[in-house]
């Protein structure tokens, strides 16, 4: 009797999930896309509709950007401003963890706090926000009050700004914890060593640490990354739903039961995010490092 | 709707593709679907309706009147219209807007309502029958109740032009909506829609990011600036979206809105946090951000109001015993309790003479034939309103009624709108 291979046979209720839950879901999303619909009905067809009304005017230069190429851009403008953000507040925060706090009881003790603004919900975490920062808000009157400015600053809500805020206070963790981890791991003797050569504590930065911990920074991005490229919410909330991004538009057309647009729409953010994280783990090969 | 797209559609209709997608995912997980018992013992009605309709307050009375428990599941405007298409069984009775009767009764998910059935259906108001208030033509530009009241017949995917025993919706409430202000904050009259693009109230406008209707009230600022004239606001040609969501989207980038807002709650506090002074806004949103002691008023406008009504539907798939309760409870609603709670909210319940009988006159003064109030005006939750002497915004049923332009519409072109709307989003 052959031996069941046990490797497999572990992995097995995990690919059970993925293909009944993400990989049939897919293929029906990929297969919808091509469909066409009236208010009330799919009507099963195959179809370029769908795609060739999402790419309306795109390639005629002369008329400024199509809606679906002026969105992805601003929908990457907040990936790149949050990717940026969060690498440089979660990198800091590593780095402090891991070699400024020297006993590991505190290292973990600092750890779950920051852990800690995660015990209440994303959405209420996006929605404090408002009154902080709104015209009469708790930062507009103290400036005032305290003479900075005589009008209310405008820009402070709903605007490119509080969107990037908000993205950055809610996911700054996501990149924390796998830098953290890769940090933790590296030997504390190649410091020593490097600083009794004569290293600045810049060139130990950057020529052992952030080498060492490639892999928790590209795994941190691509939480981020994928995250804020789907998002709706954030930018819905914080942007006063008057800024633009893919998975607002798959919202609209799904509340119109437009589902074969929608579907379209998605199975291009699909293929970008893919993309990018295909190019991301190029310049990293994760697995090797982990 | 024509014969070819029923035919296409007979293969596959979304709900039976739903459905068969759903079983096929259960059944690969659990090897089968779990039998679901409902029982009978209990009465329970599972209403799909907006959250700004469903009060806690009446399902109390209902449940202390009939025996039956309400089990509210409160949605967006454009999700109750997702649920009945794609979903139809998940509830016993909804409460929807006549608007989206466009998309729903050709789908066959909504089964005619027997008017044989319904006690008060003689005294429902003529602005749902006849299209008129005290006698008087009133604007049916969009989808005005009367184009779409009734069916051809109990499971028919048709309207009917002329009156039949079988009712599409059982209307429960309507109202004539306009823009709300804060007139502390403005500090000067307000009589049109064109002011809501006025750049004197530049990063201090709003509007709502309901597609279909948030286009209406464009329409009507356009209307009023004179830029143009519409046919039918409610049913714009591709040339006419294009022009609306061209102002639209100047008006944008100028950096005329502060905000726009999909849910009751948002138009609330955008107005009560002075982020917004002048804004499309529904009644009960108005009462909210007074009861705060916060000045708002529900601005009439010259152009008049952009009126929405709601009714009661029943899914096809209904049993006998649920459609006796969902009748008894729909009765109940238009005798009287519910509609004098719906008054006192500032809307309009579909039958006047029971909701007269459970309002007390003072309040039937102030609420209906717009005089002054004798008394002050409470909110049913209790909370004062209008101090004595006031006079209710735009004034009386027959004026504000009687005023109305248009109707929430869907429109011929709302696949072309919905794009227009995400490319005005975009810009």
Redesign the interface.
Known sequence: MARPNSSSLLALPFALVLASFFILPLILVVVVSFWDYTEYSLIPDFILMNYEELFYGCFDWGDGLCTTFATYLSTFKYVLLTWFFTLVIGFGVALYLVFCVRSLKMQIVLFLICTIPFWTSNVIRMISWIPLLGRNGIVNTSLISMGVIDQPIEWLLYSGFSVTLGFVHLYTLFMVVPIFNSMAKIDKSLIEAAKDSGASAWQIITNIIIPLSRSGIMIGSIFVITIVVGDFITIGVLGGQQIASVGKIIYVEMSYLQFPAAAANAVVLVTITLLMVAAMMRIVNVRKEL | MSKK?QE??I????RS?IKG?GT??AA??FGGVAPYVMSNEKKVLRYLGTAVNQDQAIAAKAKEDLGITIEYIPV?T??V??RI??QPNSFDLVDTEYFSL???V??GNLIGMNANRIKEFDNIVTAFTKGEVAGKKIGDQGTAPKKVFYKDGETSKNFSSTPTEWVTLIPTVYNADTLGIRPDLIGRPINSWAELLNPEFK?KASIL?I?SIGIMDAAMVVEAMGEYKYPDKGNMTKQEIDLTMKVLTEA?KQGQ??????DFNESV?LMA???VVIQSMWSPAITAVRTKGIPCVYQPLKEGYRAWAAGFGLPTTIKGYQADLAYEFINWFLSGWAGAYLNRQGYYSAVLPTAKANMEAYEWDYWMLGKPAAKDIMSPSGQKLASAGEVRDGGSYETRMGGVACWNA?MDE??YM??K???F???
């Open positions: 797209t296409n559609t293969g596959l209709s979304r593709f997608a096929l995912a690969s997980m967006t454009d999700e219209t997702k298409l794609t466009k998309k729903l050709p789908s990063g990011n597609p944008k809105f502060r905000a726009f807002w999909s506090n946090s002075g982020e869907v709302n696949r919905v794009r709307w995400n490319e989003v975009a810009s």
